[in-house]
């Protein structure tokens, strides 16, 4: 393969890097404006948290697709980076999984990576971050602690003070103004249904993974804990609060990127050479950067021929004209498909605890506190069982999405449970993604097979 630079064994490559306003590095944009390609392969990262590890994902991504398409398309390779951040202990199958184990083996500490990576995601915060990774590391036996933990993770997302009421700021979900020891010993529960057992600590306090007394379902809802009740083992459900805070701001993050960063370059750049095809591709929040770009495309524009989502964290009610528990509103993308000239291909996969048991709380909204980690439909991400509400779209295998081809245009969603499988706690599967039966299904959805 022609080595396309920046590590990227195919070619040509290049990257387009937006701040976290949605503010376009000007050099990046010329670079992907001079490419010399029919169709630009647009891939938006999900939470990785530097450059050298999104350039390795897109380069295990896109490895498979020179030998994929017709011998009519010349590809170009645009890798889009973006500020997010992944913990450490998130496994990536593949390229990553030493690492998050040793990460994981840690505990409720931040490893300096990962410390590392919230002083980047959250610039200026030092003293904040320092005192959140003391206490991560100290795990004090005490209410007071957790009190205090609570309200340095409420200043990190500009959530406010936690009140007698216990609502958060509007639009900021309850999980940061609930009381922090009823909060962290939800999580704690949550970790331990995702699989994540010794050294994030449990329900129970024994350090086995397994919670008892009703585990994750309801456990807003039971007593408090009390000092001399296990505090301690509820520092991993602490860490794992600050990580919903860290897919709170990306999942803001990502939309403001793409409807103001993303889909404005890409538009002007199909303006400029309108015979140039675009499929866009995103994971995780990536995903709700590609989608919300579509907000910037015009009317009647057919320069966007794909749009395929892998494991994307953003609502599955997106795309809906009608909320089912709301009738009189539509989803945050409603009717936007119609931008896509083909198909938007939403891929599942049920092994994503990422996104079946955390994404949900960090999308609940103030005013919505009961039962906050039963299931409710209304906080499902459309990688944790697809698109949702969108009347007459299809519901495929991965299989026979690749057999049988995909719709012309449309919404459909594609369990890919089949291949994107691997990856342990907390996150489970949810960067389970490199598959060339993943990057058939984006040639397929652009038109571009032999």
Not at 157 to 171: H, I, K, L, R, Y
Not at 191 to 207: F, N, P, Q, S, V
Not at 242 to 247: F, G, N, P
Not at 250 to 268: N, Q, S, W, Y
């Amino acid at each position: 393969m022609a080595d396309g630079g920046a590590g990227i064994g195919v070619g040509p490559y290049q990257e387009l890097t937006f701040d976290a306003q949605g503010d376009v590095d000007p050099a990046t944009r010329a670079a992907v404006a001079r490419m010399e390609a029919t169709d630009l392969l647009v891939f938006a990262h999900g939470w990785n948290s530097d450059r050298s590890t999104a350039t390795r994902l897109y380069d295990a991504f896109f490895s498979p697709f020179p030998g994929l398409v017709g011998p009519g398309v010349r590809l170009g390779y645009v890798g889009v980076v973006w500020p997010s951040i992944r913990f450490s202990d998130e496994p990536i199958p593949d390229f990553d999984p030493h690492g998050a184990l040793a990460a994981a083996a840690a505990g409720p500490a931040l490893d300096a990576a990962t410390r590392a990576a919230l002083g980047g995601f959250w610039p200026g915060r030092e003293p904040e971050l320092d005192r959140v990774a003391e206490l991560l590391a100290e795990r004090p036996e005490s209410e007071a602690a957790f009190a205090e933990f609570g309200g340095l993770v409420r200043d990190l997302v500009g959530a406010g003070p936690a009140g007698p009421a216990a609502v958060a700021a509007p639009g900021v979900p309850d999980v940061f103004a609930l009381d922090a020891v009823a909060v962290c010993r939800a999580l704690t529960s949550a970790l331990a249904e995702a699989g994540a057992g010794d050294g994030y600590g449990d329900g129970d306090g024994d350090g086995d993974g397994h919670a008892t007394g009703g585990g994750a379902r309801g456990a807003w809802t039971g007593p408090g804990f009390t000092a001399g009740d296990g505090l301690r083992a509820l520092w991993g459900g602490a860490k794992e609060l600050l990580r919903q805070a860290t897919y709170y701001e990306m999942k803001k993050r990502a939309g403001v990127i793409g409807e103001h960063g993303l889909g404005p370059v890409l538009t002007d750049l199909a303006g400029r050479r309108p015979a140039l095809r675009f499929h866009l591709i995103g994971h995780s929040f990536g995903a709700r950067v590609v989608s919300f770009s579509l907000r910037a495309v015009p009317g009647g524009a057919r320069h966007v021929k794909s749009l395929t989502l892998l494991q994307g964290a953003f609502s599955h009610y997106a795309f809906s004209d009608r909320l089912p528990h709301d009738p009189g509103r539509g989803g945050v993308l409603r009717g936007l498909q119609s931008r896509v000239d083909g198909p938007v291909v939403a891929c599942h996969s049920s092994h994503d605890s990422a996104l079946g048991v955390f994404y949900p709380l960090a999308s609940r909204t103030a005013g919505d506190s009961a039962g906050l980690l039963g299931f409710d439909a209304r906080w499902g991400a459309i990688g944790h069982d697809g698109v949702q509400a969108v009347p007459g779209a299809p519901r495929l295998a991965l299989d026979r999405a690749l057999s049988g081809g995909l719709p012309g245009s449309g919404c459909v969603s594609v369990d890919a449970g089949s291949v994107v499988r691997r990856g342990g706690p907390p996150s489970g599967a949810h960067s389970d993604i490199c598959h060339e039966e993943l990057a058939r299904l984006v040639v397929g959805a652009g038109r571009m097979g032999r």
